[in-house]
C-alpha cells in the first residue's frame, strides 16, 4: 500500500482499479464478503492503511472487450440481452494466467459481432438493425471451473449485467449442479455452513477457514453406488471451488477432483473404473438447473441441462 493511499477509502480504491463497476456495485462485492483486507471481511468505508493486503475476488466477470474467435457454442436460449450456454468442460471461461484465446469470453464476443452483422444484413427482410445498440462488451455474471460443465449465463449489455449482478449477489438465482463423490453417504441430505479462504500455501488453491467468506451448500443424495454418492447440491453462495472445497471438507471430495480429493482416485480399487476416471479427463461436476429473473421482461426464467456423454457413460459403468 503506497503512501498516497493510506486513508482513502476501500470502495473508493477498487473503484479505481476495476473498470466499469460503479461504486454501488463494489460495495455489494464487499457486503458479499469477496473482498478482503489481510485477509479479513470489510466495509465499504474501511479507510486504508499503511502495509494494507486487498484482495478481490469478482464472481461476476468485468464486463470488458475480448479477442472474438470462431468457437462453437451449445446455446441453450438467447435474446438481445442475455444468453444462456452448456458450457463443455474443458474450456475456461474467461482469460487470465496466461490464457489468452480459446475461452468461453473469446466464443462469446465473436457470437455477438457475428449477429450484430447478421442483423445488418437482414435489415432490409424487417430485422431491426441492432448494430448502433448491441455493446462493444459482454458480461459472464457468474463462473464455471474450467473442468465443470453446464449451464453458464452471459449478459449483452452492462445494464444486464449489473441487474444480474444484483441478483446473484442477493441470493435470487437458483443454481443445482450434480456432483458424483467418494465414498457411501449414510444421511440422505445436508447442509454445508462453512467458510472458504484461499489456501495461505498454495494461492491457486481454496481451504475451509474461520477467517473466510461464509459459503452455504445444501445436497442431496440422488443415486448410491458400492463406492460412490450421486448428490445435487444447491448453492447459496459462489466462492471459488465452493463445492468442490465444501464436498471434500465432509469426506466425500469430487471423482477425478484431483485438487482437492487428495489421492482417492488412485485407492480405487477396481481397475476398470479406476481407468475410466483417468479417461474421464474431468471431474464429476455438472451445473444442471439455473433459474432467475429476466431483468427486461420480469419472467422468471429456469433451465435444465442434463448431464453430458461421457458421465452417463461413467454412471453406466458404475
Not at 498516497?4 to 464478503?33: H, K, P, Q, T, Y
Not at 440422505?188 to 500455501?201: E, K, L, T
Not at 488453491?205 to 444447491?234: P, Y
Not at 477425478?256 to 481407468?275: L, P, V
Request: aromatic residues 6%; glycine residues 6%.
Amino acid at each position: 500500500m503506497t503512501a498516497e493511499l493510506v486513508g482513502m477509502r476501500l470502495d473508493a480504491f477498487l473503484a479505481e482499479r476495476i473498470n466499469g463497476w460503479s461504486r454501488v456495485r463494489i460495495r455489494r462485492l464487499i457486503d458479499a464478503e469477496e473482498v478482503l483486507v489481510n485477509d479479513a471481511p470489510s466495509k465499504p468505508s474501511y479507510k486504508l492503511r499503511d502495509g494494507d493486503r486487498v484482495e478481490a475476488e469478482l464472481t461476476e466477470l468485468t464486463p470488458t472487450a475480448f479477442e472474438p474467435e470462431d468457437i462453437p457454442l451449445d446455446i441453450v436460449y438467447e435474446d438481445e440481452f442475455l444468453a444462456v450456454i452448456n458450457k463443455p468442460a474443458g474450456m475456461v471461461v474467461h482469460p487470465g494466467a496466461g490464457i489468452v484465446s480459446g475461452t468461453l469470453a473469446n466464443a462469446i464476443a465473436w457470437h455477438c459481432k457475428f449477429q450484430i452483422s447478421n442483423y445488418k444484413a437482414s435489415s432490409e427482410s424487417g430485422f431491426r438493425d441492432l448494430g448502433s445498440e448491441m455493446p462493444h462488451r459482454i458480461g459472464i455474471v457468474h463462473r464455471l471451473d474450467k473442468d465443470t460443465s453446464g449451464l453458464i449465463l452471459v449478459a449483452k449489455d452492462e445494464q444486464t449485467a449489473e441487474e444480474l449482478s444484483r441478483q446473484f449477489q442477493n441470493r435470487e438465482v437458483e443454481k443445482s449442479y450434480v456432483a458424483l463423490v467418494h465414498g457411501h453417504i449414510e444421511r440422505s441430505s445436508g447442509i454445508i455452513d462453512r467458510p472458504i479462504a484461499r489456501d495461505r500455501w498454495h494461492r491457486t488453491k481454496m481451504t475451509v477457514a474461520a477467517n473466510g467468506r461464509s459459503a452455504l451448500s445444501l445436497w442431496k443424495v440422488r443415486q448410491r453406488f458400492e463406492k460412490f454418492t450421486l448428490v445435487d447440491v444447491h448453492i447459496k453462495t459462489g466462492r471459488t471451488h465452493q463445492i468442490r472445497v465444501h464436498l471434500a471438507s465432509i469426506n466425500h471430495p469430487v471423482v477425478g477432483d484431483a485438487t482437492y480429493n487428495e489421492g482417492r482416485d488412485n485407492t480405487i480399487a477396481d481397475q476398470e473404473i479406476k481407468k475410466a476416471v483417468e479417461r474421464l479427463g474431468r471431474f464429476f461436476l455438472h451445473a444442471e438447473k439455473l433459474a432467475f429473473t429476466h431483468p427486461k421482461t420480469g419472467e422468471r426464467m429456469d433451465f435444465e441441462q442434463p448431464l453430458p456423454k461421457e458421465l452417463n457413460e461413467f454412471l453406466d459403468l458404475l
